[in-house]
């Protein structure tokens, strides 16, 4: 057996209950060998920096052979490492090294589609109609005179129609295949036996490797009723009661679920999960359940304004339902999905971001200091709760999005599928600088992947590092005080007369107290032991969260 498959009675089944978990987007994090793509091995060359920023695991985004058409979503060989990221020796060494650190391994899995360079997926192109090759896919013929309308009008998420046509071996226009991203990403059938049996293959594969859990990408997609008549976009668009739509969050996914923890507890500690599904809160707990993923993501802090109510109500909304499937809360506030909340936070409450993002980022102009106040008091706030936080690469740093790529330098897809509507993700996907000058800050000797910015050098670790009123110094002190927090999972809300503050505690008389406010406000009895940014004659100020014991 492989590293990490051995029984370890030592290590704490519940480790990622209030785990911090760092997502790498390993293109842009650490470049080893001046290809200006990150790899494993810049990964590694890094693990002393994760050590001491203080968190519990990494999470990494897709690390597998791909085109690239997704940003790695598009995966071509589940059960390999990109060449260029390196080889699965690396990935092995990279394991090793991050478990020595005493940091956690989770990687992404991707099982909703693959990528059409998949050995299966050019398997089906060569095969005709109805073979088997073709039933891990989803085929379909076309509707109108000769087949030549899509089977249904539905959109792909990134735009554009959600079903392509093959040309058949022969040469003739052909069938159709869903898919509900990019056409370069074919949706799989998850009826089809032989597809549950291999991805219970990848998911052991990696496991016997030592991997700790898994990120499941779009978990809510893979069950789907296709049952002919294909209903139209206006009805699936309509709301359909829960579980009825054809391929979004239907009741029969909790089955291929169910099926993955049985591999996840073969393992001890039993591996984990964490479900990425984009479901309304109510319908998370069934995939944060134990005998499902056992964790969902909540969006939901993510997407609100800056607003104590707010706030407010999401957290106690989503430690409920955590509390009703046993499972832990999450907390995020970036990914490499979204605008940088440093920006979001720089931005009146509102604002259109594909639109903003559009216009070059000017207009509004982003208040860049306030951003990053709120996005330093908002982090404080979501680390003092109970449950995890997901962090991602970048916003230790305090980094904004980057909003001035030109045209010809932009990967994502949703630019290329909806010309003059979306820019895309790009901008939160900029190589990390390491340090304030040299050769792409440091990220590695060649040019990086994607253009960084002048100002990139002041946000570096080098620069940060020194400074000791800098994101990152006050991170890696929150994180190291955090530490305290992981243990019983209790929170107790504060009533104030200031509606304006948000104040809660957690075991151990910890305080925490965020200020949403126009005004100061009084702190309760205690010692500061960290606040977001500096007090105000002893009072909290605007905009600002503060811990006390
Ligand atoms: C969610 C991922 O986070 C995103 O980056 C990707 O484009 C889609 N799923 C499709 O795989």
């Given at each position: 057996m492989r590293s990490g498959s051995g029984f370890d009675e030592t290590v704490d089944a519940n480790w990622w209950r209030q785990a911090t978990v760092y997502q790498i987007y390993p293109r842009?994090?650490?470049?080893?060998?001046?290809?200006?793509?990150?790899?494993?091995?810049?990964?590694?060359?890094?693990?002393?920096?994760l050590k001491s920023l203080g968190i519990d695991a990494v999470w990494l985004s897709p690390f597998y052979p791909s085109a690239l058409a997704d940003g790695g979503y598009d995966v071509d060989d589940y059960r390999n490492v990109d060449p260029r990221l390196g080889t699965l020796d690396d990935f092995d060494e990279m394991v090793a090294a991050l478990h020595e650190a005493g940091i956690k391994l989770i990687v992404d899995i991707v099982p909703?589609?693959?990528?059409?360079?998949?050995?299966?997926?050019?398997?089906?192109?060569?095969?005709?109609?109805?073979?088997?090759?073709?039933?891990?896919?989803?085929?379909?013929?076309?509707?109108?005179?000769?087949?030549?309308?899509?089977?249904?009008?539905?959109?792909?998420?990134?735009?554009?129609?959600?079903?392509?046509?093959?040309?058949?071996?022969?040469?003739?226009?052909?069938?159709?295949?869903?898919?509900?991203?990019?056409?370069?990403?074919?949706?799989?059938?998850?009826?089809?036996?032989?597809?549950?049996?291999?991805?219970?293959?990848?998911?052991?594969?990696?496991?016997?490797?030592?991997?700790?859990?898994?990120?499941?990408?779009?978990?809510?997609?893979?069950?789907?009723?296709?049952?002919?008549?294909?209903?139209?976009?206006?009805?699936?668009?309509?709301?359909?009661?829960?579980?009825s739509h054809p391929f979004w969050d239907r009741d029969e996914v909790h089955d291929i679920y169910a099926e993955w923890r049985q591999v996840f507890n073969e393992y001890h500690p039993p591996r984990t999960a964490v479900a990425e599904a984009g479901v309304p809160a109510h319908r998370r707990p069934r995939y944060a359940s134990a005998d499902g993923l056992g964790q969902a993501f909540n969006f939901d802090l993510l997407m609100a304004d800056w607003d104590a109510a707010?706030?407010?109500?999401?957290?106690?909304?989503?430690?409920?339902?955590?509390?009703?499937?046993?499972?832990?809360?999450?907390?995020?506030f970036s990914n490499h999905d979204v605008?940088?909340?440093?920006?979001?936070?720089a931005l009146p409450n509102g604002t259109d971001l594909h639109a903003w993002l559009l216009g070059g980022g000017a207009d509004p102009q982003p208040d860049k200091e306030q951003g990053l106040l709120r996005a330093r008091a908002?982090?404080?706030?979501?680390?003092?709760?109970?449950?995890?936080?997901?962090?991602?690469?970048?916003?230790?740093?305090g980094l904004h999005e980057v909003t001035d790529i030109p045209a010809d330098a932009r990967q994502d897809p949703?630019?290329?599928?909806?010309?003059?509507?979306?820019?895309?993700?790009?901008?939160?996907?900029?190589?990390l600088p390491?340090?304030?000058?040299?050769?792409?800050?440091?990220?590695?000797?060649?040019?990086?992947h994607l253009p960084q910015p002048d100002w990139f050098g002041q946000y570096s670790v080098e620069a940060e590092t020194k400074d000791e009123a800098s994101t990152l110094r006050f991170y890696r002190k929150a994180l190291e005080l955090r530490r305290r927090l992981q243990t019983s999972e209790e929170l107790q809300w504060v009533e104030r007369?200031?509606?304006?503050?948000?104040?809660?505690?957690?075991?151990?008389?910890?305080?925490?107290?965020?200020?949403?406010?126009?005004?100061p406000v009084e702190l309760p009895a205690g010692t500061v032991v960290l606040s977001s940014a500096p007090l105000s004659e002893g009072k909290l100020p605007t905009d600002t969260t503060a811990w006390l014991v």
């Amino acid at each position: 057996m492989r590293s990490g498959s051995g029984f370890d009675e030592t290590v704490d089944a519940n480790w990622w209950r209030q785990a911090t978990v760092y997502q790498i987007y390993p293109r842009s994090f650490a470049d080893a060998d001046g290809d200006g793509i990150g790899d494993l091995p810049g990964v590694v060359s890094r693990i002393p920096y994760l050590k001491s920023l203080g968190i519990d695991a990494v999470w990494l985004s897709p690390f597998y052979p791909s085109a690239l058409a997704d940003g790695g979503y598009d995966v071509d060989d589940y059960r390999n490492v990109d060449p260029r990221l390196g080889t699965l020796d690396d990935f092995d060494e990279m394991v090793a090294a991050l478990h020595e650190a005493g940091i956690k391994l989770i990687v992404d899995i991707v099982p909703n589609h693959t990528s059409d360079r998949h050995e299966w997926f050019k398997e089906a192109l060569a095969s005709p109609e109805g073979s088997p090759a073709r039933e891990r896919y989803i085929f379909r013929d076309g509707a109108g005179p000769s087949g030549c309308e899509p089977p249904a009008d539905w959109e792909s998420l990134f735009g554009g129609p959600a079903w392509t046509r093959v040309r058949e071996p022969d040469g003739t226009p052909g069938q159709w295949y869903l898919h509900l991203f990019a056409k370069e990403q074919p949706d799989l059938n998850w009826d089809n036996r032989e597809v549950r049996d291999d991805f219970l293959k990848t998911l052991r594969f990696w496991s016997d490797r030592g991997v700790d859990g898994f990120r499941v990408d779009v978990a809510h997609a893979l069950a789907k009723d296709l049952t002919e008549p294909l209903p139209p976009k206006a009805v699936i668009d309509a709301t359909l009661p829960h579980g009825s739509h054809p391929f979004w969050d239907r009741d029969e996914v909790h089955d291929i679920y169910a099926e993955w923890r049985q591999v996840f507890n073969e393992y001890h500690p039993p591996r984990t999960a964490v479900a990425e599904a984009g479901v309304p809160a109510h319908r998370r707990p069934r995939y944060a359940s134990a005998d499902g993923l056992g964790q969902a993501f909540n969006f939901d802090l993510l997407m609100a304004d800056w607003d104590a109510a707010a706030f407010r109500r999401i957290i106690e909304e989503n430690l409920e339902l955590a509390r009703a499937s046993d499972a832990s809360s999450t907390w995020v506030f970036s990914n490499h999905d979204v605008v940088r909340h440093a920006t979001r936070y720089a931005l009146p409450n509102g604002t259109d971001l594909h639109a903003w993002l559009l216009g070059g980022g000017a207009d509004p102009q982003p208040d860049k200091e306030q951003g990053l106040l709120r996005a330093r008091a908002a982090t404080l706030l979501a680390l003092a709760l109970p449950g995890s936080v997901y962090l991602y690469q970048g916003e230790e740093l305090g980094l904004h999005e980057v909003t001035d790529i030109p045209a010809d330098a932009r990967q994502d897809p949703a630019f290329f599928r909806n010309p003059g509507v979306e820019v895309g993700r790009d901008g939160c996907r900029v190589p990390l600088p390491w340090t304030v000058t040299g050769p792409s800050f440091g990220f590695g000797d060649g040019k990086a992947h994607l253009p960084q910015p002048d100002w990139f050098g002041q946000y570096s670790v080098e620069a940060e590092t020194k400074d000791e009123a800098s994101t990152l110094r006050f991170y890696r002190k929150a994180l190291e005080l955090r530490r305290r927090l992981q243990t019983s999972e209790e929170l107790q809300w504060v009533e104030r007369t200031d509606a304006s503050a948000l104040h809660f505690v957690r075991p151990g008389g910890w305080h925490s107290i965020t200020n949403f406010g126009t005004e100061p406000v009084e702190l309760p009895a205690g010692t500061v032991v960290l606040s977001s940014a500096p007090l105000s004659e002893g009072k909290l100020p605007t905009d600002t969260t503060a811990w006390l014991v």
